[in-house]
């Protein structure tokens, strides 16, 4: 398909092919072959020398606010890419004067566009909108932290016995303790406290604190748990981790690009006296003494109902919620821990079953599941300095049954203590063994005959673990608790040990509690239950 260059050409009739010779010496090379790439043609042969063309000037004001009128006869280097509606333009105006030009001698010719610089302006501007959509998801996730950090904040009403709500001293209902406790899988959620008109938080020594739980009525331990749950809200608010993240490196320095603020991070290899963990308990009892100075903020219940609290109350929370999230963290960074995940998960798995059987609902199945309740686990000797690893191997292979092994056929054997925690009861013991059976059970005979682990039970062999969680009242031991409770390391982990009434069909053990009212000095003991049947 041919151009129409009549109008330029006049009889000469069409052009013919182009011949570098034909073309002036005096064209330069570029617009030799910028003419040739417009698909005009050679020069008409009456133009014998070449006279430079005026300056391109489009008609009219600029329509891009980057790129001026051109007085050297070439575009202006494009730094910011502007609509390539508006590139063609110039050059569809370039041909059209080429041509109609009214002389043959003159001829308006665009200069090819920078393809390389129109690129680089690309991917200038790619980058600008990745570190703009970066610092917005910033953004997002500070306020979605601060509405988390209102959420937890904000207080629902309680329904009224007039209403049909149990009052406190009714049976416990399913799901309400359970919930506020934070069992298992919903463990720092729960009911709110009551709902108390009140303004002001109060500040009297005469009053008890809400960091004694011992000394609190029903409305006010109900308080107690809403504050504890906002200062865990506000522990990770400070520290930009939300619930489902994991904690992050203390060695990595993180920023808050928005405020310029360094977010903390505890420092979990060591302990709640450590420096960097002590000033973060600061900070956090400091942004939540700044909270309640709002009123809307405020936890309904806290300034009116009957009892005292501080800043030193609020940092002593923060210190209890501490041991979790260093639990977290260590689930995160340790084998043995993620293995007490799996073992929790596996139990999980068969508790309809283990529910149907024993007549219970399936969701307390659950809940009695979790991983610090678990016993633990030991996969060495407890003294290497005493024991070396290979020798114990021998003692667990000859204790399961495999006294004339190779030590090939040991070397792909792995063995695990069971060691039974010392605080459980004989009644969550029996349960654990009981568990563990159904899982058992529901093994294919491959999977029963190729165990990954061999776990050894009855070795004598116990843990002193305190979990940091508190578990239900029949799960304690109660001779233990009443020998531990006012031992001033174990006071603060215990406080609100015997507080948490059991769910329905547990609670039968004599050395278990089955109130939540049960008075600390009571002994019982039951001798009948053979520890080894313990996880």
Known sequence: MHRNTSSLYGNLGPPRPPDQHEIPEGLPMDLRMHQQDLGLGPLPSSCGSFTRSQSFEPPGQSRHPHIQRSSSG????????????????????????????????????????????????????????????????????????????LEHAHILNQPTASDGAATADAAPVRGSQVAARGGAQHRGSGHPAPSIPGTVPVNNADLPSLGNVKVLSDVQKQVRLSLKRDVRATFQAVCSVGTKDDWSDPQIRRVNEITGKVYLTPNFESGVTDAVNMHIFAAVAKQVENEFKDVECQLEGLATCGASWDINVIKAMAKEAFPNYKRQWTVAHNEAANLQKAKVNQHRSVADKHAKAKNLDSAIIRDLMHEEHMSDEASGPEDESQENFSNWKWQMAAASGHAQITAATLAEMNFVKVLELDWHSSEFSVFNAEIHGTWFESLSARQKNTPKYSRMRSTGRRSSRIPTVAPFNFEISQPWLERHCFDPKYRELLSEWNSWPNPPGFGSSLDSTSSSRMTIGVSHDSPTIDPSLAL
Do not use: C, E, K
Request: charged share 15%; aromatic share 6%.
């Open 74 to 149: 070439v575009l202006p280097t494009i730094y910011d890419l502007p609509d390539p509606a508006f590139l063609n333009q110039y050059t569809d105006r370039g041909i059209q004067d080429y041509q109609h030009s009214p002389s043959q001698s003159t001829h308006n010719v665009v200069a090819p566009v920078d393809l390389a610089a129109m690129l680089s302006s690309l991917n200038l501007r790619q980058n600008q909108i990745d570190d703009q959509n970066r610092i917005l998801r910033q953004m997002n996730s500070a306020l979605q932290a601060r509405v988390d950090l």
